[in-house]
């Protein structure tokens, strides 16, 4: 084997993926799955610590948004420390932080308890999500650098999926407490995974050690994605140093803003969506593990969505596909709370949306992977989605207090829907391709 006269980013970037880099990129599906599974506990719960400590229905909104405001404090603050640290003890980290969440909760005794526990669950997760998305990113291809992005994007409903079928069958013999230890022995045990397969980025390396050390380890990155050593390395350049800033310089401000938006409100309607399924269906009649395959089927509808999104990366420009789903997504919905009338309506009416909805979320991970350069990647990442998760936390809760106001299921739909046509809105202002996309 002899060394590549390359830099580590252009080998990355212009050779072929190696089994190595495939597997890395599953890895990352399989986390972000986990991270799905994590943040929609509380929808499947939700029936059962309603019935157990007597919740209406405007405190259980505000009990399921909570996780997603720790999402976006881990996404902004964990995001900006894996640019600065490195992608891997961040992962570990918010690993570590997810499963001693899960167990908690599951020893929970009262509202206020749990509520405290999911926030800082979801500083866990948000770190997560913020590493995943820059970590496929990095070991991808320029050329599929786009669907792998999208596909570790579908980990998110496929875990959902999984996840939601089991504690649906907890719930038929066991209690809401079962389905947070089903998460806390599923996250820690990815922890080994991550320690033996995940590398560090190549730009972390080099802005935190002198040149002589970076090329080492470098290598040892190098080999473990299954690439040739390097002879020498390329130092960084004075506007790749990790400065924050650089979020809100020149193009990259409007870039961010937008992004934020699109995010924001996507994640309005989104959130709605799961975090709300299983008390609607509850509330019509049916029992909770039925309302938890209702949730499922939302979840099946969005991982066909996300793989069929990611496919058309490859094919079609991805800021029209984007356009076009987030309008789907709003006739989805309002189709949606129109049809909330037997359970086979429901389950057809959820995937319909779960399949749209999806594919808009998978679509924004791959636009702002491509936005950001490498030294900005983590950091935007979690900027867009830390800030974003305003509307991910704003979602449920709004939508209890209008049905606690009186509006009804068709009303709220469309109310909540209205956050996917503001996000085309944000997407179509990009205009053009972000130029970072250029570079990793």
Known sequence: MHADPRDARSVIEQDAMTWRQMLIVLLCVLLNGLDGFDVLSISFASPGIAAEWG??????????????????????????????????????????????GMSAAALSTGVVMLACIRLVTGIGIGGMLACNNAVVAEVSSLKYRAGAVALMAAGYPFGAIVGGSIASSLLVEGTWRDIFWLGAGMTIAFLPAIILLVPESPEIILRRNAPDRALAKINRTMKRLGHAALDTVVPIARDETGDRSGLFRGAMRRITTLLVIAYFFHMLMFYFVLKWIP?????????????????????????????????????????????????????????????ATGLGELKTAAALVGFFANAGVVGLYALVAASYPAHLRAGGTGLVIGLGRGGAAAGPAVAGFLFVGGFGLPLVALMMGVGSLVAAGAIFALRSPPKASVRP
């Open 55 to 100: 919740v209406d229905r405007a405190a259980l909104g505000i009990i399921l948004s909570i996780e997603l405001v720790g999402m976006a404090l881990g996404s902004i603050a964990l995001g900006w420390a894996a640019d600065r640290v490195g992608r891997v003890p961040i992962m570990i980290g918010s690993l570590l932080v997810m499963a001693a």
């Open 279 to 339: 008390k609607i269906v509850v509330d019509l009649g049916y029992e909770p593990a039925s309302a938890g395959s209702v949730l499922v089927w939302a979840n099946i509808g969005g991982v066909t969505g996300s793989l069929l999104f990611s496919y058309l990366t490859t094919r079609l420009p991805l800021r029209g596909l984007l356009i076009g789903v987030f309008a789907f997504s709003f006739l989805a919905l309002v189709w949606f709370g129109m049809n």
